[in-house]
């Protein structure tokens, strides 16, 4: 027996996708959004997103250096998670406070609790969400044209009119790569076509939250509010690129239907009810925390389960 | 017609598809393993010196559920000691040197089929030594005894050949295709109330074409084309795609009033009670990219990979990785000194190791894996489950009831052994169960 051959369990053979490859689905996939960004707002934005970037991917590196844990820069992932927070940053943002958020995702949401795979939230809303605490103003200052206005939910909340085209197009005030929605979408659906994500997810988080405002809203049927709505706040940018990230949603195909269903509820309450105009950061967040519990509730039956209990009465 | 869930691996069965089967004499020494089959392990019945006749049974059945050995060749019985066999166990065999006479014993064949009780068609199954043929080895005999076998609605013969590269079925579905049908209107005189469905995927038009040109008059029968899909020929997946019925790992494929058989089994069938021929032969497919010339055999069982191997003009690359059976869930072999059984179907020899290729990496939640998953599980809970020693959690989360297909592991994008850590699981389960 002088050559061995390589013995291992089955199965043999292995599909071609990888971790790396979805990783560059998905950013290609935000590259429409990045660069209307860039071209709507100017140089600044693209400099937010090369900080931002490489903020995530040097303290992805650094950490894993220190730890003594074998670099897993190769995955894309940090990429992404740098790239997905660079998009929900204002346009005048200070670099460096890009570069600490882009630390926050990575050591403190990410690494501390595991590395990939591990994070309970998603990096980018949880560096978010420290951002706005840490440099509030910074962090809700949106300037459009070199004017300083407010976004056009917060229009919307004051009762001016907003103009629902402009919103589509993403010629509006609001963060980096959250205002065009055509844009969001042509990478929605390059990544359906792909089959990185599904409509499971984003599909119930719309559903229910239109059904949330057509109840809660006070506007009744006026479709101009609800499209507004749907548009503004980087509903869209959550619901397909945030809300779908696979770490941090539930793995069980009903659950995924109640954390969609969680998500609406949660952005119509914070918008509907709550103080601030914006909140689908905070429901994805906070929707990213209930998912053990949802995985929980929702394991699913068996092939052939149902069959054996009608059996047995 | 199909299942839910489900991968497509390369198929690759292009490379021995159209190789007619060629018949293939043994050289030098056979090797009968006593145990190729569920069940007790059969007893030798010869000794050491002994001159046996092709046909001969060499060990006879240990229990109900087990299965008698034929000699495929006539010569003399060498020695009866542990080999190694192709799961990596070692397993009592009895050793023969082929004098290269190929004398027979003489066959009983029976004259007219149909004046056979069921009771005699049963036992001229068992005592011919048929088992599940597929894979399972699971012994015929058993499976066309069903408590009620009224209660029988559906004798499916699965002709899906779903893992890649095999082609011995389809081999055999197109030069044999009327023994096949013939075997299907022996076990149907089994079951008054079933009717026969021949499972073909759609990959294989011209089967379905041969089968329901020749069914076509048969009320019984009939022939579902069904979605090429992996693992199609599982016999849970087999059985709903054909009847609509789902059954779980605790119940027979007879509690849906079904009987599932292999092509291969319905032709030894077929041999067994038409012409009192034991199994001693199949047809088995030497294939991959690493091998001169990828074929199909018709093969004396006992016969050495090496040999197959060689009879295909050996290897023209170097290969990293040697399976018996086929890549979804074949055993891998460290060496081709190993003997064919009776559930042998084919040697895959593949220049690269796609799973020494990559490295596992951490879950990324992303669920490809559920929804490969045949049986509709998260086998990347599972895994972890199995991994971190979880067992109440691995079965609470219904993994009992994995079949073993592979899927997951295929699919997984951070290449992580999911199978291999739910198999094992489970071992430990069941093992556990034993000892309570």
């Not at chain 1, 670099?71 to 940090?78: C, E, H, I, V, Y």
């Not at chain 1, 499971?200 to 507004?228: K, S």
């Not at chain 2, 593949?350 to 990324?364: G, H, Y």
């Amino acid at each position: 027996m002088s050559d061995l051959y390589h013995v291992s369990s089955s199965p043999h053979v292995r599909d071609k996708d990888t971790t790396s490859r979805i990783m560059l689905y998905v950013i290609i996939a935000l590259l429409p959004a990045s660069i209307f960004g860039i071209v709507n707002f100017g140089l600044h934005a693209l400099v937010l997103i090369l900080v931002t970037i490489a903020s995530c991917v040097a303290s992805e590196w650094i950490f894993e250096k220190i730890v003594h844990k074998k670099s897993t820069l190769n995955d894309l992932s940090a990429v992404v998670t740098g790239l997905l927070l660079a998009l929900n940053l204002p346009p005048t943002l200070p670099w460096w406070e890009a570069v600490i958020g882009g630390v926050f995702a990575i050591v403190i949401v990410k690494m501390l609790f595991g590395g990939l795979g591990q994070n309970f939230m998603n990096p980018a809303l949880g560096a978010r969400c420290f951002l706005l605490i840490a440099f509030a103003a910074d962090m809700t200052k949106f300037t459009f044209d070199g004017v300083t206005g407010a976004t056009p939910l917060a229009q919307l909340r004051n009762g001016e009119e907003v103009n629902v085209m402009d919103m589509l197009i993403g010629r509006t005030a609001g963060t980096i790569g959250e205002t065009s929605v055509i844009c969001i979408l042509i990478g929605a659906i390059f990544l359906i076509l792909m089959g990185v994500i599904d409509l499971r997810i984003p599909g119930t988080y719309i559903i229910t939250f239109v059904i949330f405002l057509l109840l809660f809203g006070g506007h009744g049927f006026d479709w101009n509010y609800i499209v507004a709505e749907l548009c503004g706040g980087g509903l869209m940018l959550g619901a397909f690129f945030m809300a779908t990230d696979y770490v941090t949603s539930p793995i069980t195909p009903k659950g995924q239907i109640i954390f969609g269903i969680c998500l609406g509820v949660l952005t119509g309450l914070f918008r509907v009810f709550g103080a601030n105009a914006e909140g689908v950061s905070f429901a994805i967040i906070l929707s990213n925390v209930l998912v053990p519990i949802i995985e929980k509730f929702t394991v699913p039956k068996a092939f052939g389960q149902v069959k054996e209990a009608k059996k047995n009465e | 017609m199909t299942f839910k869930g489900g991968v497509h691996p390369y198929e690759g069965k292009d490379l021995s598809k159209d190789k007619p089967t060629r018949e293939l004499l043994p050289k030098g020494e056979l090797v009968y393993p006593v145990s190729q089959h569920i069940g007790a392990p059969a007893k030798p019945i010869v000794a050491v010196g002994d001159t046996v006749l092709k046909g001969q049974m060499i060990a006879e059945a240990g229990g109900f559920v087990s299965s008698p050995v034929f000699s495929s060749v006539s010569g003399t019985v060498k020695a009866i000691e542990p080999r190694r066999v192709s799961v990596g166990d070692m397993v009592n065999s009895i050793i023969i040197e082929n004098d290269g006479e190929y004398k027979e014993v003489t066959y009983s064949p029976a004259d007219n089929v149909d004046s056979l009780s069921k009771e005699e068609i049963i036992e001229r199954i068992k005592n011919a030594g048929v088992v599940g043929m597929g894979g399972a080895g699971f012994p015929t005999h058993v499976k066309l005894s069903p408590k009620e076998p009224e209660k029988i609605e559906y004798v499916i013969a699965n002709c899906a050949e779903c893992e890649p590269y095999l082609t011995s079925d389809y081999r055999r579905m197109m030069e044999d295709p009327e023994k096949l049908v013939e075997g299907m209107r022996i076990v149907l005189k089994l079951f008054d109330n079933a009717k026969g469905v021949f499972g073909v995927e759609n990959n294989k038009p011209d089967c379905i074409e041969k089968l329901k040109e020749l069914v076509k008059d048969e009320p019984r029968m009939e022939v579902a084309e069904l979605m090429t899909k992996y693992p199609q020929g599982g016999e849970r997946q087999l059985i709903y795609a054909v009847t609509g019925r789902a059954i779980n790992s605790k119940m027979l494929p007879a509690d849906a009033g079904c009987v599932v058989d292999n092509v291969e089994t319905i032709i030894s069938i077929y041999n067994a009670v038409k012409l009192g021929k034991p199994v001693t032969e199949r047809i088995f497919t030497v294939t991959g990219d690493a091998v001169s010339d990828p074929c199909n055999f018709r093969f004396s069982i006992g016969t050495s990979f090496q040999e197959l191997l060689d009879a295909a003009g050996g290897f023209k690359e170097q290969p990293e990785k040697i399976i018996a059976g086929g890549p979804m869930m074949g055993f891998a072999l460290f060496d081709l000194n190993i003997p064919t059984t009776k559930t042998t179907s084919a040697l895959l020899c593949l220049t690269k190791d796609e799973v020494a290729e990559f490295e596992p990496s951490p879950c990324i939640n992303c669920g490809r894996c559920v929804e490969a998953c045949p049986e509709l599980l998260i086998p990347s809970r599972l895994a972890k489950f199995s991994n971190n020693g979880l067992s109440d959690m691995f079965e609470k989360w219904n993994g009992m009831e994995c079949v073993e297909c592979g899927s997951c592991s295929f699919i997984c994008p951070a290449k992580r052994q999911l199978a291999q850590s739910i198999k094992t699981m489970k071992k430990t389960i069941l093992a556990e169960r034993k000892k309570k």
